[in-house]
């Protein structure tokens, strides 16, 4: 009886011994905190191949934005470029471009005390092609002389419209108007007609943004209007047959 007693002693000793081990080595068994396939991580965070890649791809720049690419340029680096390669006379974007625009305006207005001199409106518009030259590629050179072309025959419209308003009005009633200066104004008119048309065909065709387009089709409407206004002097002008004239 002591031998079958010890034996039963053995067993219980065993049964215990794994009934405290078991559960200790399982839970042993369980990692907090780590992924399959991670490696060294804080507090539950892994590491894994995902978001190794991750941090590989994404670069911090200095303004704060997150880039994908190390090697891709943003928008705003290429306008960097453009500025730092620009005169302070020229656009290096459309934003800087319709600032200068309306600066030159401004001091337009100023200079003529408010009130718009005849032909200021073209003077604005060679600025603005001259200042949107970086903009606008091989157009450029182009742009500028039919601005400039337009400008030096909105110089001779100009006397010639001076002309008109200063005739006598006496001379006018029997003679009737200038109709020298009206004829010379309404060919510049035509001609001025044409450089317009191919401006805004090189618009059209330019390599720049719509911004900068759309900016400077509205120099071609100044200059338009412009034209518009010397169309309807010399038509007025040509009107005025005097006493003499109806008789003649």
């Excluded at 009886?1 to 009934?19: E, H, P, Q």
């Excluded at 001259?130 to 039919?146: E, F, N, V």
């Amino acid at each position: 009886m002591n031998y079958i007693g010890r034996i039963c002693c053995v067993f219980g000793a065993v049964f215990l011994v794994f009934s405290i081990c078991i559960p200790v080595s399982a839970a042993g068994g369980v990692s907090i905190g780590v992924g399959p396939g991670a490696g060294s991580g804080y507090e539950g965070e892994s590491v894994g191949p995902e978001n190794a890649s991750m941090d590989r791809d994404m670069l911090q720049d200095p303004d704060g934005d997150m880039l994908e690419d190390r090697d891709r340029v943003t928008v705003r680096d290429q306008d960097r470029v453009r500025e730092s390669e620009c005169n302070t006379d020229e656009a290096c974007n459309a934003t800087r471009l319709r600032a200068m625009i309306s600066e030159r305006n401004q001091v337009y207005q100023a200079d003529a005390g408010g009130i718009s001199p005849l032909g200021n409106g073209t003077e604005r518009a060679v600025y603005a092609f001259r200042a949107a030259a970086p903009l606008t590629g091989g157009s450029a050179s182009d742009l500028i002389r039919l601005s400039e072309e337009i400008n030096g025959s909105v110089r001779t419209t100009v006397k010639n419209e001076e002309k008109i308003r200063s005739q006598n009005a006496f001379m006018v009633f029997l003679f009737g108007g200038d109709q020298t200066s009206a004829d010379a104004i309404m060919q510049h008119v035509v001609q001025n007609r044409v450089r317009t048309e191919e401006i805004n065909r090189l618009i059209d065709g330019c390599e720049c943004d719509e911004e900068t387009a759309s900016l400077l089709r509205e120099q071609v409407q100044v200059m338009e209007q412009e034209q518009a206004r010397f169309e309807e002097v010399a038509a007025t002008e040509k009107d005025k047959k005097g006493i003499f004239g109806f008789f003649g």
